[in-house]
């Protein structure tokens, strides 16, 4: 299995009992789970979300997503010890860096538009105003760290807020004053000071199942996934 089947499946298996979220958004929940789908480890309702009453399956406790086993090669008995002696006793051959390292940008850009659509709801915005600066912020947490990036997050949400009130609640201004403090404020801050200790979310442990694993068992200390900037050097490589 690759490292993000085994991520997923980990993360399914544990959403049993933990109610919290398979990953940072919904759309990168499914799009896990499509690996297992795609690999046959797992069957799905999908297009719909949940089965139907009359079928057999599971939902995730958070998301509720359907799912159900579906590969007689795995069975459920010690599936969680498994998975995860999995990733404890990765190699040097398994998984490759260049894949962790894929991993953990994929998991970045999520976590940042998870957090966006956080502080426009914290901001009485609406939080799915956030998928407008998908592009933006995959882009730039391939090269800043995520308590960076999630400066520029509350710097721009307190731009649309402005803008908010400026303009009268006009829609199209709110969402175009978010987006464009994006754009320019990570060169305002790369020439002045900032404290990042004030970004960092209080609980360095991932809340998103998927993500908790993988900073726990291939990042060198879970923080890091905060901290750094995605890169080969700080990975946990043997």
């Known amino acids: 299995m690759s490292l993000i089947e085994v991520l997923a499946l980990h993360a399914l298996v544990r959403a049993r009992s933990h109610y919290r979220p398979l990953a940072p958004t919904v759309l990168c929940a499914i799009d896990i789970v499509r690996t297992l789908v795609e690999r046959g480890v797992v069957a799905v309702p999908w297009p719909q979300l949940q089965w139907p009453e009359h079928v057999m399956g599971e939902h995730t406790s958070y998301e509720r997503i359907g799912w159900r086993l579906n590969w007689p090669a ?124 004030g970004f960092e979310p209080k609980d360095l442990r991932p809340f998103s199942l998927a993500v908790d694993a993988f900073a726990t068992h291939l990042l060198r200390v879970p923080a890091i996934y905060w901290q750094r900037t995605p890169s080969l050097e700080a990975l946990q490589i043997c």
């Open 74 to 197: 795995i069975t459920d008995e010690n599936l969680d010890v498994f998975l995860t002696g999995l990733l404890v006793a990765r190699t040097c051959d398994w998984p490759p860096p260049e894949d962790i390292l894929d991993l953990w940008r994929r998991f970045a850009a999520a976590e940042a538009i998870d957090y966006l659509g956080h502080r426009l709801a914290m901001a009485g915005l609406t939080r799915e105003w956030s998928a407008d600066s998908a592009p933006v912020l995959a882009a730039m947490t391939r090269n800043r760290p995520l308590t960076q990036v999630r400066y520029f997050i509350w710097a721009a949400v307190r731009a649309g807020s402005s803008a908010y009130l400026r303009f009268r609640g006009e829609e199209r201004m709110t969402r175009n004053a978010v987006v464009r403090e994006l754009a320019v404020r990570p060169s305002r801050a790369d020439s002045g000071k900032w404290d990042i200790k």
